[in-house]
């Protein structure tokens, strides 16, 4: 089996896979995570970062970004840059709507 493979497989199919292979609590894992656990067990080498260009985020991640802009929003509250406080609201939306998204996604698979 090759790294393709492993991304062409189903999220369902690589629990399985992983299950078999002795590793624990695959049911809270995304694919992302699933393929690079059995990839080391199996000895799948992954190609270059290039090939395999997806951004993969954590809840922890997001809400530390989240807490940094909100320190840089107070900041640009008490300079009156408006322009800059949109851009900075803005960001603080799109990553709580990210978090939105995956608790939504381990709500259903779970």
């Known amino acids: 089996m090759e790294w393709h493979e492993l991304e062409k497989t189903t999220v369902i199919k690589l629990r399985e896979q992983a299950h078999d292979q002795g590793i624990k609590g695959v049911s809270g894992k995304n694919k992302a995570v699933l393929i690079d656990e059995l990839a080391a067990v199996l000895g799948i080498d992954k190609p270059h970062e290039a090939m395999t260009q997806t951004v993969v985020h954590d809840k922890g991640d997001l ?4 807490r940094e802009l909100k320190t840089q929003r107070s900041n640009l ?7 800059g406080l949109k851009d900075v609201r803005r960001q603080i939306h799109g990553l709580k709507r990210q978090i939105k998204k995956i608790h939504l996604a381990t709500e259903v698979v779970g």
């Open 63 to 66: 809400k530390k970004k989240i």
């Open 77 to 83: 509250i008490e300079s009156k840059d408006h322009k």
